[in-house]
């Protein structure tokens, strides 16, 4: 007897923004989210876009980790290298388990997009009261190559062996 297949499972997505500079009228990385989300077959949960100040972005992650209906958090930004690059120092204290895989991935994705300036990306992944959390780089190319690449075929319940999908109990 063979189990039924897996069926897909339309997913709350939120996505955040890190910027000093840019406004939602003018975010293209989180525009490329948003499209990408919808294309995909899942629903936007909440967008907003706040500063390079790691404690408004704890505030932000740490509500839609609470939230029931919330799966994934999505977060654009503030991954590089600059002092005022904070996301990660932000966020990982936030997270129970980290996918230390999916910044390797993504650096080797990206290599073949950017060369070795992908040395300056510190995306993340993990999760945290059952909600995939994931950081990227804030530009729109590096949203769509980890949606392209990697989150697309991750956030889909269909994929085999296995997607991340089969460990979000918010779904």
């Excluded at 120092?89 to 950017?114: C, N």
């Excluded at 190319?141 to 980890?146: D, N, S």
Aim: net charge neutral; proline share 7%; charged share 25%.
């Amino acid at each position: 007897m063979t189990a039924d297949p897996p069926t897909f499972r339309s997913l709350r997505i939120a996505v955040l923004t890190v910027s000093d500079t840019r406004t939602l009228a003018r975010d293209g990385s989180g525009d490329v989210l948003r499209d990408r989300i919808a294309a995909a077959g899942h629903r936007l949960h909440a967008r907003e876009l706040v500063p390079d100040d790691r404690y408004r972005i704890r505030a932000v992650v740490s509500a839609w980790i609470a939230d029931p209906d919330v799966a994934v958090v999505l977060i654009t930004g503030g991954t590089g290298v600059a002092e005022r690059d904070v996301t990660p120092e932000a966020v990982l204290p936030l997270l129970d388990k980290t996918l230390p895989g999916f910044g390797e991935l993504f650096r080797s994705v990206s290599l073949a997009e950017i060369g070795t300036a992908t040395l300056h990306a510190r995306p993340f992944a993990g999760s945290a009261n059952g909600t995939l959390v994931v950081g990227l780089p804030g530009s729109p190319g590096a949203c769509r190559t980890a949606w392209d690449q990697i989150l697309g075929e991750q956030l889909d319940a269909r994929t085999r062996p296995c997607s991340l999908v089969e460990l979000l109990p918010k779904t």
